[in-house]
């Protein structure tokens, strides 16, 4: 399947990436090798199975907890990690116009 | 400090109590070579010497009161880059998080710090765990023990180097696809992946959720039992962690494997697998049968779907995962952006290496309207059959003996350009990722040049006792001189 540099572009805007048109470029090239290489799974009828999303072992699974509050990180901590925060919140660039 | 590369976790123990050596000097020592070593091998990204002698003072104060010591007294131990420790940066080899410092322990951290472990640093590896190689680390590559000129493996290529560099006898790693039995192999390490389920991974940054796991390596079977057997273990904080009681691997640990029947599944012994590679774990498997063990050839008729399989799954599930690098909660943020979006977008670009960004690119392609069923779902279906395919091989073995690589370490740079070429280095890994079962590497010689060869030894779900007995007799057998 022919991959694009204007459909990658598209994905990366869906996964807010700024991307130069060479690395689309290149981008496009790998995605579309990749994606011939997986197009072997079409030679499996899957028909009937099951998808798996996770690994379930069953009896061994963890218990659903019951839903109370507890302990967790204190808003300092996770303040102390953003690259801007300021008055108990993370700063972001303005979002709404004056 | 004389025959400090031959400690073990046992012989640490002893040594401790018989006050031949303190906690402090070991720390010290680990310390002292890890960072003489560094410039050249690119093994750590941090060292943490305050915190390592903290441990160690109170190790050292528990033996002069003559009080209990945990297991893991005193043990120098290296911690991958992606497990979160509290107050000491977490970079994850990414520019993303190139400042993050961790507000929490990740609870295999806290586990074994409890046990008496000493973590002397954090190890490199590839960015977000993403790679065969290590040489996706935003910072500086890891070199071979066996020979600079080539790879550690990947993604955990620090942790492995670390044990067979001699600066720790163990570390502890994370296995996606791979991740800690490849370098195990590629560095003549042991690596074990344990059972999905089996350790918890609050405090691992995540990759791919449904296929991370934290799992250690160690020059001995046994060091990889005792520390296996202290980070495993239900926990409120993570829900996939398996609520089992914590099993005692390395006291469990016996050397008499007679009667134990091996699967070799010929699928993993076919084209792309290296003539020295081959011969080595044939004699390996010979040597299992001299043991007493019963080898008998299985197939697991999907194995050559894994990788197109994992790599549309693990992609998927990192692009999810990675889009909380936002530059607002604790990733770098790009300056002079005039929008919110903008700043996400220049974050991002700016934060990401190549491979990381590919990966967020085809997972974002392959959950998008119109092509998840084709890929995502498709992906998750064949998964189930591989899956199936080891559900059937356990009915009649105990365990699967495999390579754990279809080739030695390669060479810096060889794959570099060709991202699929990488991938499929992880062939005979990916299976059981995928499956959630356990495996590990163990060393099973050398190649002609001299290079590390691993044995790839899989069992069940929560089975890892019967692998780690069959590592454990191997090792003992032929001081995994193949």
């Given at each position: 399947m022919k991959v694009t540099p204007e459909q990658v572009k598209q994905i990366a805007n869906l996964a807010n990436l700024s991307l130069s048109?060479?690395?689309l470029e290149a981008y496009a090239k790998d995605l579309e090798e990749i994606l011939a290489y997986v197009d072997q799974l079409n030679e499996l009828d899957t028909s009937g199975v099951e998808p798996m999303a996770q690994v379930l072992h069953e009896g061994s699974a963890a218990p659903l907890r019951t839903d109370a509050a507890g302990p967790s990180l204190a808003p300092e901590s996770a303040l102390r990690c953003a690259p801007l925060a300021g008055a108990g919140h993370f700063k972001v660039p303005r979002v709404i116009e004056r | 400090m004389d025959g400090y590369r031959d400690l073990t976790i046992d012989s640490i123990r002893a040594g401790l109590r018989e006050k031949r050596f303190t906690a402090r000097e070991l720390a010290e020592e680990a310390l002292r070579r890890a960072r003489d070593g560094n410039e050249a091998s690119g093994t750590f990204l941090s060292f943490t010497p305050e915190r390592a002698f903290a441990v160690a003072g109170r190790v050292d104060a528990s033996v002069a009161a003559g009080k209990d010591i945990g297991p893991l007294a005193g043990v120098p131990v290296a911690v991958k880059d992606v497990i979160m420790t509290a107050g000491i940066k977490t970079t994850c080899a990414s520019r993303a998080l190139e400042d993050f410092v961790a507000p929490y322990d990740a609870t295999a951290v806290k586990r074994l710090e409890k046990a008496g472990a000493v973590i002397v640093g954090k190890t490199n590896c590839d960015e977000f765990a993403m790679g065969s190689s290590n040489e996706n680390s935003a910072f500086y590559?890891?070199?071979?023990?066996?020979?600079?000129?080539?790879?550690?493996?990947?993604?955990?290529?620090?942790?492995?180097?670390?044990v067979a560099y001699g600066y720790t006898p163990a570390s502890l790693g994370s296995d996606t696809g791979?991740?800690?039995?490849?370098?195990?192999?590629?560095?003549?390490?042991?690596?074990?992946?344990?059972?999905y389920g089996r350790v918890s991974r609050y405090g691992l940054v995540a990759f791919a959720s449904s296929l991370d796991h934290i799992g250690p390596f160690s020059r001995t079977?046994?060091?990889?039992?005792?520390?296996?057997?202290?980070?495993?273990?239900?926990?409120?904080?993570?829900?996939?962690?398996?609520?089992?009681p914590a099993a005692d691997f390395a006291g469990a640990l016996s050397a008499d494997v007679s009667g134990l029947k091996l699967g070799i599944?010929?699928?993993?012994?076919?084209?792309?697998?290296?003539?020295?590679?081959?011969?080595?774990?044939?004699?390996?498997?010979?040597?299992?049968?001299?043991?007493?063990?019963?080898?008998?050839?299985?197939?697991?008729p999907h194995t050559r779907y894994a990788i197109a399989s994992y790599y549309l799954i693990c992609t998927a599930e990192a692009s999810s995962n990675l889009a909380r690098y936002d530059g607002v909660r604790y990733s770098r943020r790009s300056e002079d952006s005039e929008t919110l979006r903008d700043m996400y977008r220049n974050s991002r670009a700016e934060a990401f290496g190549p491979e990381v960004t590919r990966r967020i690119i085809l997972g974002t392609y392959v959950l998008s309207a119109g092509y998840y069923d084709a890929y995502?779902?498709?992906a998750q279906e064949v998964r189930s059959l591989i899956a199936r395919d080891f559900k059937q091989a356990f009915e009649s073995v105990?365990?699967?003996?495999?390579?754990?690589?279809p080739f030695p370490a390669f060479k810096l740079g060889e794959k570099t350009s060709d991202p699929l070429q990488m991938y499929l280095s992880d062939i005979y890994t990916i299976t059981g990722s995928l499956a959630g079962i356990a495996g590990m590497s163990v060393p099973c010689g050398?190649?002609?040049?001299?290079?590390?060869?691993?044995?790839?030894?899989?069992?069940?779900h929560f089975e890892e006792q019967t692998m780690l007995n069959l590592g454990h007799a191997f090792e003992l057998d032929g001081g995994f001189e193949g």
């Amino acid at each position: 399947m022919k991959v694009t540099p204007e459909q990658v572009k598209q994905i990366a805007n869906l996964a807010n990436l700024s991307l130069s048109d060479r690395d689309l470029e290149a981008y496009a090239k790998d995605l579309e090798e990749i994606l011939a290489y997986v197009d072997q799974l079409n030679e499996l009828d899957t028909s009937g199975v099951e998808p798996m999303a996770q690994v379930l072992h069953e009896g061994s699974a963890a218990p659903l907890r019951t839903d109370a509050a507890g302990p967790s990180l204190a808003p300092e901590s996770a303040l102390r990690c953003a690259p801007l925060a300021g008055a108990g919140h993370f700063k972001v660039p303005r979002v709404i116009e004056r | 400090m004389d025959g400090y590369r031959d400690l073990t976790i046992d012989s640490i123990r002893a040594g401790l109590r018989e006050k031949r050596f303190t906690a402090r000097e070991l720390a010290e020592e680990a310390l002292r070579r890890a960072r003489d070593g560094n410039e050249a091998s690119g093994t750590f990204l941090s060292f943490t010497p305050e915190r390592a002698f903290a441990v160690a003072g109170r190790v050292d104060a528990s033996v002069a009161a003559g009080k209990d010591i945990g297991p893991l007294a005193g043990v120098p131990v290296a911690v991958k880059d992606v497990i979160m420790t509290a107050g000491i940066k977490t970079t994850c080899a990414s520019r993303a998080l190139e400042d993050f410092v961790a507000p929490y322990d990740a609870t295999a951290v806290k586990r074994l710090e409890k046990a008496g472990a000493v973590i002397v640093g954090k190890t490199n590896c590839d960015e977000f765990a993403m790679g065969s190689s290590n040489e996706n680390s935003a910072f500086y590559p890891v070199r071979n023990p066996a020979d600079p000129e080539r790879v550690p493996g990947g993604s955990s290529g620090g942790s492995a180097a670390a044990v067979a560099y001699g600066y720790t006898p163990a570390s502890l790693g994370s296995d996606t696809g791979g991740s800690i039995r490849q370098p195990a192999s590629f560095c003549g390490a042991v690596g074990v992946m344990p059972t999905y389920g089996r350790v918890s991974r609050y405090g691992l940054v995540a990759f791919a959720s449904s296929l991370d796991h934290i799992g250690p390596f160690s020059r001995t079977v046994r060091d990889s039992a005792h520390l296996l057997g202290t980070v495993a273990g239900g926990d409120p904080y993570d829900a996939t962690a398996a609520n089992m009681p914590a099993a005692d691997f390395a006291g469990a640990l016996s050397a008499d494997v007679s009667g134990l029947k091996l699967g070799i599944p010929r699928e993993y012994f076919g084209e792309g697998l290296d003539a020295a590679v081959g011969a080595r774990i044939e004699a390996g498997i010979k040597r299992l049968e001299r043991l007493g063990c019963q080898a008998v050839e299985i197939s697991l008729p999907h194995t050559r779907y894994a990788i197109a399989s994992y790599y549309l799954i693990c992609t998927a599930e990192a692009s999810s995962n990675l889009a909380r690098y936002d530059g607002v909660r604790y990733s770098r943020r790009s300056e002079d952006s005039e929008t919110l979006r903008d700043m996400y977008r220049n974050s991002r670009a700016e934060a990401f290496g190549p491979e990381v960004t590919r990966r967020i690119i085809l997972g974002t392609y392959v959950l998008s309207a119109g092509y998840y069923d084709a890929y995502y779902k498709k992906a998750q279906e064949v998964r189930s059959l591989i899956a199936r395919d080891f559900k059937q091989a356990f009915e009649s073995v105990d365990a699967i003996v495999t390579p754990t690589s279809p080739f030695p370490a390669f060479k810096l740079g060889e794959k570099t350009s060709d991202p699929l070429q990488m991938y499929l280095s992880d062939i005979y890994t990916i299976t059981g990722s995928l499956a959630g079962i356990a495996g590990m590497s163990v060393p099973c010689g050398a190649s002609p040049e001299g290079l590390p060869i691993g044995m790839q030894i899989l069992a069940n779900h929560f089975e890892e006792q019967t692998m780690l007995n069959l590592g454990h007799a191997f090792e003992l057998d032929g001081g995994f001189e193949g």
